[in-house]
């Protein structure tokens, strides 16, 4: 696996078994995976937590269209066999995103300055091809959600599910985490923010809303009453 720019503690666990590997090799052959499959692109970005931007990880983004209009990828920690699953993301164009209710749209964080920031690029792609798609992705909204706080270093995915946002601006990104995905990966931010000034964003602009409206946001939760439909007891007691 190539190296995480984050200190995680190993997964506790054992070793996986023969026996378990070659059951895993049986139903692989019989089963299939078509959700999976569909799995076209590999963007690498940076996401930092609702409420604490200095809290900024590496995210590996594993993504499908479910049609011209809407991706969803899967996030995980690393580009390798073993990385840690730790989030979901739905990135949806401009289009959709101004249709939805005004209270979900701060839920949503703009691509437009992870992408002509040079920031946001596809691992192994040459640039000529990486950038036809970025020109759509330039333009796009992300709603993103972490189960795994990486960031630190918890060996399992631990506490409630966290909205994350995207970059908006220039000296938002950490430089050491900047440094080691450039090194890791053989990239240059900047080089590429040269080649990507041509792009632009959203044709209608950044909403106000979207990016939390300027604001932090936090999940938390709170004990409500789950009465039973029959009897209109509580269920849990």
Known sequence: MAA???DVDPVPGKPTETGTSLLETATGAI?????VNQIH????????????MTRQVEAHHFCAHLNEDVRQCLIFDGPDAGARLIGLEYIVTEELFLTLPDDEKPLWHTHEFE????????????????????ETVAKTYGKTIHFWQVDR???LPLGLP??????????????????CVEKKFGVSFEK?????????????GIHPLANAAGKGLKTSIREVDLPDPTTRARVFT
């Open 4 to 6: 995480s720019c984050h």
């Open 31 to 35: 089963q299939g995976f078509a959700p």
């Open 41 to 52: 692109q590999h963007l690498c970005a940076f996401h930092f937590y609702g409420d604490d």
């Open 115 to 134: 992408v002509k920031g040079g920031v946001l690029f596809m691992p192994g792609v040459p640039g000529v091809v990486e950038r036809r798609d970025l």
């Open 153 to 155: 270093g918890d060996a």
């Open 162 to 179: 966290q909205i994350m946002m995207a970059l908006t601006r220039e000296g938002q990104l950490r430089q050491d985490l900047a440094e």
């Open 192 to 204: 590429e923010r040269e080649n990507r000034a041509y792009m632009t964003g959203p044709a209608h």
